[in-house]
């Protein structure tokens, strides 16, 4: 039985190839009720379009990529904690491609030696994506940004720090979300407050310390030595430097970590020094992963809006494929970050 075409459908639907073409392409201004007739007739005939068929028919390949950092998402793998910030990523990212008829694919990204440089040439010369997600540390990645420029890729950068002429970007603002954490800590009593940076090739990790320590200085708070740790975003960095800060003898009666997971293992240290989260010491986060929720206390942190700067992202590059222009002014876009006070702080003991 030969299989159904574009043609069978247009002469079932009584319309023309293109009007087809554009119904399954889900593109703008097509009448509903013609929008109808179309899924009608393809529906009735069972026919799905090809993805390779509707990449020749066209300058587009239908393909958004995602490019995440290897190392991390490994890393939390392999530990069997789950890789909550990919999840909402891809989750923010399909919604808005499955609404426009495109494909999300997620690639893993070896941003440590010359590596880099061949994996992203190799996967645009493959994919051929209509557009690129850039996440950090990609987001900031000179040899990335750079490859993507020569090859004409779109791309949009999620979470960077650096801003100046490096394409389009959204994100939040770190260094005011880490700096309002620390002052609800110290509205709260705490006078003692201890920090956790993350992954360094990060520009998050940076800015959240540059907001921790803008507020510690605002408040007139000291920052004694030892007070403000290296981690690396995983949970076995948060429970190693917070025994390092409980084993000082002036020790912080609040932690604030830059990530949820280092939170997390902040809290298992203090647990296993036989003290109490927070009578003892309270505990302060960053992303609001569901791991926050679920912990036990439920765990204060700042909510980084991450499924929907994937959705802005993609609602971009889809739009820019589809007009076949880039953006007529720089895309910068900021969205608001919440604090999400919950049982793991407190005021500090007496």
């Keep these: 039985m030969a299989s159904v075409t574009i043609y069978d459908v247009a002469a079932k639907a009584g319309v023309s190839i293109k009007t087809v073409s554009r119904v399954m392409n889900n593109e703008p201004n097509v ?9 009608a007739a393809a529906g009735a005939l069972g026919y799905s379009p090809n993805l390779s068929a ?48 495109y494909h999300l694919l997620v690639e893993l990204i070896d941003h440590e030696g010359p590596r880099v440089r061949q994996e992203v040439a190799a996967l645009l010369a493959a994919l051929k994506p209509d557009g690129v997600i850039l996440t950090p540390p990609s987001s900031d990645n000179a040899v990335v940004l750079e490859l993507l420029d020569k090859a004409g890729t779109p791309y949009v950068r999620v979470g960077p720090e650096r801003a100046e002429g490096l394409g389009p970007r959204v994100h939040m603002d ?28 990060y520009g998050a990790s940076q800015a959240r310390r540059d907001g921790y320590l803008d507020a510690m200085k605002g408040l007139g708070l000291p920052v004694a030595d030892g007070w403000v740790r290296q981690g690396d975003f995983t949970f076995q960095s948060g429970l190693d430097q917070a025994k390092a800060l409980l084993a000082l ?33 309270s505990v302060a986060g960053f992303d ?34 589809r007009s076949g222009a880039a953006a007529e002014r720089p895309v910068d876009e900021l969205l608001p ?12 003991p007496r």
């Design 337 to 348: 970050f919440e604090l999400i006070h919950r049982a793991s702080t407190a005021p500090p």
């Design 31 to 39: 009448r509903p009720a013609m929008r109808d007739r179309v899924l």
């Design 174 to 201: 770190d260094v005011a979300a880490a700096r309002e954490m620390t002052e609800h800590l110290a509205k709260l009593g705490h006078r003692r407050i201890g920090f956790i940076v993350g992954e360094p090739r």
């Design 249 to 281: 003898p002036d020790r912080p009666t609040a932690i604030f970590a830059s990530n949820d997971d280092m939170a997390l293992g902040c809290m298992a240290a203090i647990a296993e020094a036989g003290l109490m989260t927070p009578g003892d010491v």
């Design 288 to 321: 609001d992963s569901p791991s926050a929720r679920f912990s036990r206390p439920q765990l204060t942190t700042v909510r980084q809006p991450v499924a929907e700067m994937a959705s802005v992202a993609a609602k971009l590059l889809i739009g820019q494929a």
């Design 54 to 101: 509707r990449s020749l028919a066209g300058s587009r390949s239908f393909v958004i990529a995602v490019f995440v950092d290897a190392a991390l998402t490994i890393d939390h793998w392999r530990s069997e904690r789950g890789a909550d910030y990919l999840s909402r990523i891809q989750l923010g990212a399909t919604l808005q491609c499955r609404e426009a008829g």
